[in-house]
């Protein structure tokens, strides 16, 4: 399936406030978040079940769905924007008009749980799709400089992304040497994994994947990783690169324990394309948009990660 690339986004647009996974913590952030994109310049939809609580989901199924739905199906809505993450993406890939959505491509940002809707989009509809901050996470509080403008220049912006670039004071780590291109991809490691045998991941072969996690002890993050190479993923790919594991410690630090950094040396070593650590985005404050679909060249020796081509159009 061909690639297809959003519109840039434009003062005045329109912007869909959805939560596909968990309900925001309260009120005050959805307010703030509207206040904080509206003083940017642009309009606000606000979905109509996103105040909705469900134990860890934001409403039901068919209500997450219908709103992610909704905003697809409105031409005046040129971005999607995810809430937050949490739980429940997965649950409502198959509810998803993606025939509306090839025809129609917005921008769609968020991370965490929201990697399984960004690759279902990817493998259903082909559309670049991007892994940024979220309005009830970042957006409504002391928004991060790095972060913000990371996020608008990939969005408002039809030239080449370029080269990926951490912030000074976190370097990238060369854990294997080499050089490798192919189409950008991955997310949260826990999400990618569990949609392996499904029809929602794309095709991994020859990709440049990028990994992170939070909040996962050492030995599920070894499980993920050992599934990864079991499959043949891990030995088919162009480069890996890896964010970081934030708190991912041993539940039982006083049983015998690997570190997550070691269970990742473990994997990289067994890896014949270049492997880099440390790049900056996910679960961490200050963080890089990534553009999940594009093609992307990576060099070890020079420590470079260079985006080849613009995310939107």
């Known amino acids: 399936m061909n690639t297809l690339k959003p519109r840039r986004l434009r003062k005045g647009d329109c912007i869909g406030l959805v ?10 952030k959805i307010e703030k978040a509207v206040c904080y994109l509206e003083s940017l310049g642009y309009r606000v939809k606000v979905g109509d079940n996103i105040r909705k609580v469900r134990g860890y989901l934001a409403g039901s199924d068919e209500e997450r769905a219908a709103d992610f739905n909704n905003m697809v199906h409105d031409k005046n809505v040129k971005a999607i924007f995810a809430l937050r993450g949490g739980f429940g993406s997965p649950r409502i890939l198959q509810k998803i008009d993606y025939r509306m959505l090839r025809q129609n491509p917005k921008i769609i940002v968020g991370y965490s749980d929201i990697t399984a809707l960004q690759l279902a989009v990817m493998a259903k509809s082909g559309i670049v799709t991007f892994s940024g901050p979220m309005p009830s996470v970042e957006m409504w509080n002391d928004f991060d400089k790095y972060t913000e403008e990371n996020l608008w220049r990939l969005l408002t912006s039809a030239a080449r992304v370029g080269v990926l670039k951490n912030p000074e004071e976190k370097p990238l780590r060369i854990m ?6 192919g ?38 993050i070894d499980r993920m990783f050992a599934h990864l190479l079991n499959s043949g993923v891990l030995r088919r790919l162009s480069a890996l690169l890896l964010g970081e594991f934030t708190n991912c410690v041993p539940s039982d630090p006083s049983t015998p324990n690997l570190t997550i950094n070691e269970v990742i040396s473990d994997y990289a070593s067994l890896l014949k394309c270049p492997v880099i650590a440390n790049l900056q985005y996910g679960h961490i404050p200050r963080k890089l948009t990534l553009p999940w679909g594009l093609q992307t060249a990576v060099d070890t020796k020079r420590g470079r990660i260079e985006v080849l081509e613009s995310a939107v159009v």
């Open 183 to 220: 189409r950008l991809l991955g997310g949260n490691c826990s999400l990618v994994t569990s949609l392996m045998g499904t029809s929602f991941l794309p095709k991994l072969q020859g990709a440049v994947l990028v990994l992170e996690d939070t909040d996962e002890a050492p030995h599920r």
């Open 176 to 181: 294997m040497e080499g050089k490798g291109r």
């Open 19 to 28: 939560a596909p996974a968990s309900a925001p913590s309260n009120e005050e």
